[in-house]
């Protein structure tokens, strides 16, 4: 049965008090927070983070395709998927797609994986998206809006749900768009874009899912339908029949915010970690439209090794101390350029290492037996040439051996840098800066782990590489 | 390795004046540092056969030798540069020597000169090492910084101990440099001060760093024999050590942080060619490379000055102070001198040969009875080291 046999999802490690925003511009609070990207993250990295939680345990080999959706693609013309799907160690002849441009990418992209399993033309696929949409200073948006990204993996064998049906509806409006210029979404009049663009799509969607399957409303589990606010959500479903108290799962708005492409797949993640066997789901997305999707949970749900999800995400935070962090962490202010780095990239270094910078690749001696992170050709140890095979890191757990908090090292508005030196179990030492820490709990023999991140801008592109942090759920490793 | 103890000398060495030198260029830097040689030794420009640069960051167009060459006027002779980070000096001293002790040339001038405030800011930049992208953002306090963390966790100092250990070279540095003329910073300041200082990179605060200065240096080297027609107090190189060590050694599984092979194998073999056995004994006065007051730390335990973890009682009972059994950085050392990369290997053997030719600058920081005295500098992530001893009389 043609579903999903897999599932994982990113959520930033900051939260902005929607109270600070309110605070800044003296308007009233939507409550709640907000998840906020570090400034070295973005929706590729993200978009790591959630394929990487999503394929834990599992053989890589097996991925044929990875699509990716987002609106915010740090590349206007350059593959996100192909980044991403080399950064999770996927083999080079894999099919690779980005979905963009709509807040219904993801849901695309899954319903395009779906529809591939099932004609056929290709084994396991993975979707990932995510998200960091930028709304106007000041606007309710800026408080609705989350940082956010989530993954699932989609099989022909031992699905943890299988899909029941799937349906769409093209809506030509003009509600919520950027356009190519726009760094801002923008929206159009509330009242309009609510009662022709939100309500009256959603149920029709819902509506029509429904009576495709030919499944009465009470006979779901769960809704997972995003939501631009705390109300509409509830609206639409008492609406089509269900009963907001039970059968609707929280949005999410409270604690994360709208992760606009990912948040769908959010959703479901959530809602899957929490399902048991028999359960019947019912995920909706909205943008130019709807697209809704009826999975039923499987016995195989029970046999799904642990991970991060949304749970445990969710739970492992940091409060940004003010609204001026969280303008400097999305860019909006110009900052005093620091001081330039000594070392230029080239793209041609970038493409030749990429093993090591992308793939995290260390070399492991076959004469002797110690490993040394970058692949190094000639063996620090024992010298011997070429006689070498490559380990990845990339899910590996070290320990911290020495460490610095060094206040000249970073962005002028972002000044500490904890540079840090950690040990791998197999020895395979690393030299790495940390992030999403509190730099004054480092310690040595902290237990820290590796994340995907932006380094810097050199030579007009993006420099990603690796970077460490403390384990992201408190130290109990699943 | 064939030695050269005692082949070569030098006799005429001269150093400017170190700081923030907006009003002058890196060849007013060398002009000032080469004439004072010239004078010293008693030669003229005529009489340079070769000249070898330390110059880390050469501008412009990278091509240091020849920019030497234009100030200076030294034309059509071999000039030849290297850039081997805070070694530079030193290797540019070292290839001299050896020059001369091969018998190409009688009169050979080693030149460091640096001119790090026309970069435009005040550090040395991040990014440093092999990759772009694997090293960004590394600083050289964060580098430094580094073996600080893991030395007072190793011997179980606290961050207190360990911040006054390391705060007590910085606080000697100071004293010496406050007597010393050509140094940047001539203040003298207390621990407490030193302790309350803003943290540059944890543990490191600020008077654990050294400046960023501009200066040259600079020795002219001739062969032993004839040393003595030119003066009658020459320096004789009794040894040197040069060891280059990966870029990425701390990537050495089980390198612990708190040692150097570098340092431990450069101090050897200049130990081994200058005969030196026990050098906490034998030597008389050092020079070494202080660039954080935690490098001094590590270098006494390589250079055999201190016991393996018992730095912190040599620093507390004053055996590298002036005074003391063997006096460290008499003249201020990298921190009060600043660190023009490529000068200060020089900078470090001008003191030497002043002070075993008996003539520091001022009588008051004189050390008495000095007979050998070493130079060193340590650069890079770091992975260069490079020593030199001198004596003030053959064998």
Redesign the interface.
Known sequence: MIGITSFGAYIPFYRLDRDLIAKAWGRSSLKGERSVANNDEDSITMGVEAGSDCLKGLDRKEIKNIFFATTTAPYREKLSAGLIGTVLDLERDIFSADFGNSLRAATGALRAALDSVKAGSSGKTLVVAGDCRLAYPRSDNEQWFGDGAAAVLIGKDRAIATIVSSVSINNEIVDIWRTDGDKYVRAGESRFILNEGYLAVMEETLRKVLAESNIAPTAITKVLIPSPDYRSCAQVASKVGFNPETQLADPMLASVGHCGVAHPLMLLVSALENSKPGDTLLMASYGDGGDAFIFRVTEEVLKLAPRRGICKYLKSKSSLPSYNRFLSYKGELETAPGEPFRLFPSAAAYWRDQHSILRCHGSRCKKCGKSIFPIHRVCLSCRSKDEYEEVRYAEHIGKVVSYTIDQLAGRSDDPVVVQTVFDMEDGARFYLMMTDCDSRTVKGGLPVELTFRKIHEGADFHNYFWKCRPLRDGGELS | MKTIKDEVAIIGMGCSKFGERWDVGAGDLAIESVYEAYQDAGVEPKDIEACYVGQMYASPNGIAGSSVADALKLTNIPIIRNENWCTSGHIALIEAAIAVAAGLYDTVLAIGVEKLKDTG?P???????M?????????A???F??????YF?KYNLSMDEGKATIGKIAVKNHRNGSMCPKAHFRNVITLEKVLKA???????GLFDCCGNSDGSACAIITNSKMAKSFRDDPIYMKGFGLSMD?V?T????????TSFESLKVSSQKAYEMAGIKNPREEIDIAEVHDCFSITELAIYEDFGFSARGKAKEDIDSGFFSLEGGLPVNTDGGLKCFGHPVGASGLRMTYEIYKQLQGKADLPARQIKNVHRGLSHTFGGPPQLSAVAIFGNEKG
């Open positions: 800011y550090g040395l930049g991040t990014g440093r090492g990759s772009p992208v694997y090293e960004a953002r590394r600083t306090p964060g580098s910084g580094m073996i600080a963390t893991r966790e803003p943290i540059v990179a944890y543990p490191l990966a990425l701390h990537m050495r599984p089980g390198f612990d942080w």
